[in-house]
């Protein structure tokens, strides 16, 4: 599973794919509550110190007949995927 404190590079054009910090970006939407924004970033799987946004964008697609493809990320600086799933990254 991908790391959810870094979420790399793109493999195409080297474009930053970390986001802010998820507890952070909670700790300003709840104007400063500090357990609301424990208690959400938790169910991110995230804590004060770990667990970013990737700036990464989630793509589900389907085929000329209408069947699934495989879901994948997309840079959203260049529009190439930005994982190679090959490598597993
Ligand atoms: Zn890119």
Redesign the pocket.
């Known amino acids: 599973m991908r790391d959810i404190d870094d979420h790399g590079k793109?493999v195409?054009?080297d474009?930053d794919l970390n986001g802010e910090r998820i507890y952070e970006y909670l700790l300003k939407k709840y104007e400063g509550d500090c357990q609301k924004a424990l208690d959400v970033a938790s169910m991110y799987g995230a804590v004060p110190d770990r667990g970013r946004f990737g700036k990464e964008i989630y793509v589900k697609s389907y085929d000329t007949e209408g069947n699934k493809l495989p879901p994948y990320f997309q840079?959203p600086?260049?529009g190439?995927k930005?994982y190679d799933i090959n490598k597993g990254v």
Request: charged residues 20%.
């Open positions: 793109c195409h054009c474009f840079c600086e260049c190439e930005c």
